[in-house]
């Protein structure tokens, strides 16, 4: 059987003494150290994360500023571009009008200047016809 006697237990005692000096003196701080380590990696991988989302809400907003800036851009493009057609628009009916106004006045004119000639045309025609008559006939008509 089992003999107990003084060294067994004296063998017990100095084997808790090194696990109790050991647990002291090695484990604790190992184990304080590798949680510091664990600790650490962590708070600095989420640190890290945190920044990666910080980067990706940026650049979001980056994009959507610039998104929003090419569209302002393009609207206000848009609305110059409008107003010059409109204004071009607006001086090419002007000088239609113009235009037409001086066509009108040019009619006008020929008009007059038609019922002038056509007023004068039995005078002339008669002065010319008596003129041909002398020419053929060789003398005036009477």
């Known amino acids: 059987m089992i003999d107990i006697n003084v060294s067994f237990l004296f063998q017990l005692g100095l084997f808790w003494l090194v696990i109790i000096l050991l647990n002291t003196l090695f484990f604790n701080p190992m184990l304080k150290y590798l949680d510091y380590r664990r600790n650490l990696i962590v708070g600095r991988k989420e640190e890290a994360e945190k920044i990666l989302a910080d980067i990706v809400d940026k650049e979001k907003y980056y994009n959507d500023t610039i998104r929003s800036a090419k569209e302002e851009g393009m609207e206000y ?49 008669d002065d010319l016809g008596k003129t041909m008559a002398k020419k053929v006939i060789g003398r005036d008509l009477q």
Do not use: H
Request: charged share 45%.
């Open 77 to 125: 493009k848009k609305a110059i571009r409008e107003q010059i057609i409109k204004e071009q628009k607006s001086m090419s009916d002007a000088k239609q009008r113009e235009i037409e106004e001086e066509f009108l006045r040019q009619k006008n004119l020929i008009l007059g200047e038609m019922e002038a000639v056509k007023k004068e045309m039995p005078k002339i025609a």
